[in-house]
């Protein structure tokens, strides 16, 4: 079953525009979420996280929002960039448990 | 510092067969985490160790077992191989046990079952 849902198989965004990456969960208990960026033939290496307290967490280009009565988790990459073409995966952490992975969303940034 | 390693890169065995992935933390890590990475299915949790002991596992047959020593390298094993333990096989390591801690993979395992 799985509790952690990226039903965007792909995204193709224009550089300089906006790209918005979806994740779903079922598990209201989740307390911790957080995204990853994998490039082909690398692991996948941390972005951003949001602690269930906050409802968004900003760095850089990169901004989290959080809607827990939706239990939805979204990524908002601005502007979006050549480099960010890559495979994300959203995860979340249940108390100091192990994490769950979404099934990634590929983004393809256009020149 | 050097980042987590993983041996070996690639590997191509038969069904029936097993099979022994390792893994190197990073410097100072003691938690290290493996998940199977396939398509459609994303990164897939096995177990956590964490100061040489399991911690956490996820929802996978007992032929999937792991360790960890007392240098905080980790092995991973499958037993008798089947067609569908065909995935990349990843490793990450933290500082400290469980999702909080912030988690550095490895490049993966490509395990190729014919």
């Known amino acids: 079953d799985q509790q952690v849902k990226q039903n965007s198989p792909s995204l193709s965004v224009q550089e300089g525009r906006i790209s918005i990456l979806n994740c779903d969960y079922t598990n209201s208990m989740f307390d911790y979420f957080l995204w990853y960026k994998k490039y082909p033939a690398e692991g996948p290496t941390f972005l951003i996280s949001?602690?269930?307290?906050?409802d968004k967490n900003e760095d850089g280009r990169f901004t989290v929002f959080l809607n827990k009565s939706a239990k939805h988790l979204s990524l908002h990459i601005v502007p979006s960039q050549p480099g960010d073409s890559a495979v994300y995966f959203c995860?979340?952490?249940?108390?100091?448990?192990?994490?769950?992975f979404g099934t990634g969303t590929r983004l393809t940034v256009i020149p | 510092k050097a980042g987590v390693t993983q041996t070996p890169r690639y590997l191509i065995k038969t069904r029936g067969q097993q099979v022994t992935l390792s893994c190197s933390p990073i410097?100072?890590?003691?938690?290290v985490s493996w998940y199977q990475q396939t398509p459609g299915q994303g990164l897939q949790f096995l177990f956590e160790?964490?100061?040489?002991?399991?911690?956490n596992k996820g929802n996978f047959p007992g032929r999937f077992s792991g360790r960890q020593f007392s240098n905080s390298r980790s092995e991973m094993n499958v037993s008798t191989l089947e067609l569908g333990d065909s995935a990349l096989y990843l490793c990450?390591?933290?500082?400290?046990?469980?999702?909080?801690?912030?988690?550095?993979f490895g490049p993966g395992t490509r395990l190729t079952v014919t």
């Open positions: 995860a979340a952490s249940l108390g100091a448990n192990n994490l769950f």
């Open positions: 160790y964490f100061s040489e002991t399991q911690r």
């Open positions: 990450a390591s933290s500082l400290a046990a469980g999702g909080y801690s912030e988690q550095y």
């Open positions: 949001i602690s269930s307290i906050k």
């Open positions: 410097s100072g890590h003691r938690s």
